[in-house]
């Protein structure tokens, strides 16, 4: 009778190791493979659930979810919606009975991305799934819980909309790495933020910024600067023409008057004031 505990103590830790998940990462907008490794003689079938959900396999590269090799799966652009529990189900047959066979290998696959925001402006993560139970950040005393499902979030300056969890206005204390687990507190989905500017006045002061309105200012002093010039040279001529100009002149005696200058008549001009 101990014999047969001990056998079936065995059985079930057996029957344990094998059904544990299988950890599988990808980042948004990436690819990730769930690889069967599996060798049999002959593939029957392969088929692929999450959720207890049906997900069409294709035979070629052209779908968003296709078969590789003998049974691997390659999942296509993926996204935060695709983050959650898979089970891949092989059918094949053993030559020696030739009998169908299945086998299942259970997959957990965790999503990651990163982002970079302004300071200053709004902060939107698409990670309430129905499938998210509670989203954390770390902080300098570890994992800080932020919202809860059936609760909500834990801040007056986050809010909630069509599955988007809200920072209303991004500061540098909001910056780190977010985290949603699911019932079980199976990480699904992580997200590190980052700071990238300080937005003011509805502008972002960027060094790009400073360069483009330096620009502005030189392109402003040029013409000034032009202008002044050429003010000051007319002035410096109507002066002249001012003081060369002759007042109350009247022909000295026996001073003959000139006739108009006829064509090609040389013309004559004066070099000096009188």
């Not at 691997?72 to 189900?89: C, E, M, P, Q, W």
């Amino acid at each position: 009778m101990f014999r047969f505990f001990n056998l079936l103590l065995l059985f079930a830790l057996v029957c344990h190791k094998g059904n544990t998940d299988i950890p599988v990462t990808g980042k948004t907008g990436g690819n990730v493979t769930l690889t069967c490794e599996f060798n049999a003689n002959t593939i029957v079938q392969v088929e692929l659930f999450s959720d207890s959900k049906d997900i069409n396999v294709c035979e070629t590269e052209e779908c968003r979810v296709f078969k590789k090799a003998a049974c691997d799966v390659v999942i296509k652009n993926l996204s935060f919606s695709d983050a959650g529990k898979y089970t891949l189900r092989v059918h094949y047959k053993n030559d020696q009975t030739n009998v169908a066979k299945q086998k299942d290998r259970i997959y957990q696959l965790h999503i990651h991305d990163e982002i970079s925001v302004k300071t200053g402006t709004p902060l939107k993560m698409h990670v309430l799934m129905s499938f998210a139970n509670k989203v954390e950040k770390n902080s300098s005393e570890g994992w800080k819980e932020v919202w809860k499902r059936g609760h909500g979030v834990w801040s007056d300056r986050m809010n909630v909309s069509d599955e988007n969890l809200i920072i209303k206005v991004f500061t540098d204390n909001d910056a780190g790495t977010y985290r949603v687990l699911d019932s079980e507190g199976e990480i699904l989905i992580t997200v590190t933020v980052t700071e990238s500017g300080t937005q003011s006045s509805g502008k972002l002061d960027t060094d790009k910024d400073k360069t483009g309105d330096t620009e502005e200012h030189n392109h402003w002093f040029l013409p000034v600067g032009v202008c002044s010039g050429l003010l000051l040279v007319l002035a410096v001529i109507a002066v002249i023409i001012w003081r060369c100009w002759p007042r109350g002149y009247t022909p000295a005696p026996g001073q003959e008057s000139r006739a108009p200058r006829g064509i090609g008549e040389p013309l004559t001009i004066l070099t000096e004031c009188d």
